[in-house]
Each structure stands twice: as structure tokens, then as C-alpha cells.
């Protein structure tokens, strides 16, 4: 009964990818972005207690990083958002035709920068994306409540109600 189950969520985890990748407009800035100011200058790099490997850069933007030996199990697409009440960034997409706002998880060697007033990543191999540009990657989807996360020590203020996208390292796409 639990093989049936599982079997049903990777077929609707499949078909939200889908999707997304159907509807999502391309806007990403990929490696063709101009030069970018790091916003790591003045971060601070905060280790979470967690079995995850995850850290906070509390900048501005704030970002969490993961050291996870993690294959991407989906493609991922959404566009990415500034919270300036937080200083966070999160995903804004749609899965399964619901829309939903999830905060990211990058991989280990993501950096926080600033371009022109605009708050983002610069991606190690792939390039800068900034707010409002589309994100494409390899990934999983952890749920709001999920263990890794739930003792994770991640601001309060940067954790969205609809969870997190944990991005792959070296999966970025255009």
C-alpha cells in the first residue's frame, strides 16, 4: 500500500515539473550577467545545528546554503523574489497549477550579491540570478514542517508557509 503511495506522489512530483517548466517564462541573467557587487563583504556565515549540513548567510539578502550530497529529484522553476521586510529571498512559482512561495536552499559556494538595487545569487559555474529573474535548477521540495528544517535554527522571517526548495549543485539551467 505504501509502494502504491509513493509511487502516486513521484508521478504528481513529475507532472508539477512539468508544468512548471511549461509555464514558467525564461528571465534568468545565467553567465551572460554584467559584474555584480558581492553583498558578502559584511555576512556573517552562521552554522545550523543540523545532520542537513545547512548555514545562513545573514546579509542582505540572506541566503541558506547546504552541503548535501543530494541528487536534484525534480526540475525546479520559479521566479525569484526580494522580501525587503526580511532582507530574504524566495521562490514564487507554481506546482500542480498552485501557485506557491518557497523559501531556497542553495548550494554549497552560492553567494549573496547586489546589482543596481536588485538582491540575488551569484551561482558558481552557472552565473548571477537576481530578483526577478527566473530560476532553473535540479532540486527537491521540502514541506514547512519537514525535520531537516524544523530545528534548523533558519531566521524565523526567511521561512515561507509553503517550505523549501533545496537547489542541486551544478543543475542550474537557462
Known sequence: MKKVALMKSIKVLLFASVSVLAITA???????AEPVKSATESTERVSIPSDEKLSFVNSDPKIIVHDLAVSPGMTVSGRLAYRADSKCLVVNGERAEEAFTATPIWPKGVEPV???GKRGVRVPGFGTVLEG????????????????????GIDPACRTEDGFIVFSAGS???
Open 26 to 32: 525564461c528571465g534568468s541573467s545565467g553567465g551572460d
Open 114 to 116: 547586489q546589482d543596481g
Open 133 to 152: 529573474d527566473t530560476v532553473h535548477a535540479g532540486g527537491s521540495y521540502w514541506k514547512a514542517d519537514d525535520e531537516r528544517a524544523r530545528a534548523s
Open 172 to 174: 542550474f539551467t537557462k
